[in-house]
Nanobody
Framework: QVQLVESGGGLVQAGGSLRLSCAASGRIFSINTMGWYRQAPGKQRELVALITSGRKTNYTDSVKGRFTISRDNAKNTVYLQMNSLKPEDTAVYYC???????????????WGKGTLVTVSS
């Protein structure tokens, strides 16, 4: 059973920083793309950042220059460094991984349960 567990969320004032972590565990053959998504109350879930196995990255426009995604393949862990946080960053942040559980299977999406980030003004 594959598990993704996020950590690092919490309450921070505007302008502050947080670092989110997500560790994947279980039956994992290989991890392809990993990413962070977020969902604010009343809004659709949106992609925040993603990183490929080759460490190419993509960010949504609203976080470019403020957030940095990275990964440690040896630890099956993805990180999201969030700087200069704004109240509009408040959301539940979800970790996502496209991974294979065996050599003969294709990639499948797995999700963490989410971690709440609250940015006060």
């Amino acid at each position: 059973q594959v598990q993704l567990v996020e950590s690092g969320g919490g309450l921070v004032q505007a302008g502050g920083s947080l670092r989110l972590s997500c560790a994947a565990s279980g039956r994992i053959f290989s991890i392809n793309t990993m990413g962070w998504y977020r969902q604010a109350p009343g809004k659709q879930r949106e992609l925040v950042a993603l990183i490929t196995s080759g460490r190419k990255t993509n960010y949504t426009d609203s976080v470019k220059g403020r957030f940095t995604i990275s990964r440690d393949n040896a630890k099956n862990t993805v990180y999201l460094q969030m700087n200069s946080l704004k109240p509009e960053d408040t959301a539940v942040y979800y970790c996502n991984a496209d991974l294979r559980t065996a050599w003969y299977t294709g990639g499948m999406d797995y999700w963490g349960k989410g971690t709440l980030v609250t940015v006060s003004s």
